[in-house]
């Protein structure tokens, strides 16, 4: 309570008379409409007498339905580990000084998941022991060449007992940063075999995936973001490769940075001095710089991003049926340029440069993309860095 509610004086309440006989009127009305509204309620109950369910066998059904939820999740996690892993690797040499060892490979353990039926599904699906226990792997990485597989359960690093998935993580990361061979311990169907696996160098750029429904796919410069909704839409591995190198040419252009110094031009030249003239800042010209070049910047991404995605070795002449499809959701992007160019431009944009990219071919020349300048060509010059190993889980019940 307020202290200056204790100091008013009792005159300023409203006088009241028969306090009880003015709430019990006030109550009546409502009370009867409760009543009145749970009758009808009632009145709309199911009328038939259905068969008693035997609760032994709803629970072995959800058993069934966690089971297919781990194994969906893993097919869609396993498709993009997979994609992301060749785009990654197969143009490392186009990432300038952006590139990080790598093994290949993602762990999962059964203390990543509380609820105790999906514990048991993780379990029966992959294998999943509370130890790190082997999950996706890239196909020809360090780990598949060495001959790691799914459910395979780490016992040991470079001779050290790994108990938890975050011991085996710090030790793996250990190697991994060093550049330098580690020596993996696995247990598969109680045998013990010991495993070599020597990183490779892959594009810096990790791909995660975002559980939204959302048709998207970004990339912030540093990482590449996948929205589970976009995972479904593609229809083939070819159709993944072409987004994940579209998003991958963002980073390696500097798409956000441009357009993060775009921002601050457009700030300086029109927003200060209309903050001096009018005393308010509108953001407009902080707007226009963000937008400045961006339909430019899709173009430049999807025409880089063809050549990662023949250089990883699917083929390039029929992703851009994504766009088609993508119009049959989104009927004004066939013509309508925004911070995008028109899903028609885009249509025959990629129509053009995979003729470019065969012309390559046929003459036997390196797939690589044509720069303005030399610089560019050169990629982002950024610290060596070492691979986390991230882990895409199956899905959380909620
Ligand atoms: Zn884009």
Not at 276 to 294: I, N, P, Y
Not at 334 to 339: M, P, R
Request: proline letters at 6%; charged letters at 25%.
């Amino acid at each position: 309570m307020h202290p200056s509610a204790l100091a008013r004086p009792r005159h300023s309440s409203p006088p009241r008379r028969f306090p009880a006989v003015a709430a019990r009127l006030s109550t009546t009305p409502l009370l009867a409409a409760v009543v009145l509204a749970a009758m009808a309620l009632a009145a709309c109950s199911p009328q038939v007498h259905t068969p008693t369910l035997n609760t032994g066998e709803v629970d072995a059904e959800a058993k069934i339905q966690r089971e297919l939820v781990v194994r969906r999740s893993t097919e869609l996690q396993e498709r993009l580990y997979r994609v992301s892993w060749n785009i990654r690797l197969n143009n490392a040499e186009l990432c300038g000084e952006r590139v990080f060892n790598a093994l290949g490979f993602t762990l999962l353990s059964l203390d990543d998941y509380k609820n105790k039926g999906q514990r048991k599904a993780v379990q029966n699906v992959l294998g999943a022991h509370a130890r790190a226990t082997v999950y996706l792997i890239g196909p020809g990485s360090p780990a598949d060449v060495a001959g790691l597989k799914r459910g395979d359960v780490i016992m040991s690093v470079d001779g050290e007992n790994t108990e938890t998935k975050k011991r085996a993580r710090e030790l793996l990361a250990v190697a991994v940063k060093a550049g330098r061979p580690a020596v993996v311990e696995v247990k598969r169907d109680g045998e013990l075999s010991a495993h070599t696996l020597t990183p490779v160098r892959i594009c810096g750029y990790p791909v995660h995936l975002d559980r939204s429904a959302e048709l998207n796919a970004f990339a912030d410069g540093d990482s590449i973001t996948v929205y589970m909704g976009m995972l479904k839409f593609v229809k083939s591995d070819d159709e993944l490769a072409a987004i994940l190198g579209h998003e991958m040419a963002h980073n390696t252009q500097k798409h956000r940075r441009s357009k993060t110094v775009n921002a601050a031009v457009g700030k300086l030249l029109i927003d200060l001095p209309t903050m001096l003239l009018l005393g308010v800042d509108t953001h407009l010209g902080e707007r226009m710089g963000a937008q400045m070049f961006s339909p430019q910047f899709e173009t430049e991404a999807d025409y880089v991003g063809l050549y990662y995605t023949a250089r990883a070795g699917y083929d390039i002449h029929n992703v851009a049926d994504v766009w088609r499809r993508m119009s049959v959701e989104y009927p004004q992007a066939i013509t309508l340029v925004t911070t995008h160019p028109s899903n028609s431009q885009r249509f025959v944009g990629l129509a053009a440069d995979a003729a470019e990219i065969d012309k390559k071919r046929a003459e036997g020349l390196p797939l690589v993309p044509e720069m303005k300048d030399a610089q560019a060509k050169a990629g982002a010059a950024a610290p060596k860095g070492a691979e986390a190993e991230d882990d895409p889980l199956p899905q959380a019940e909620k």
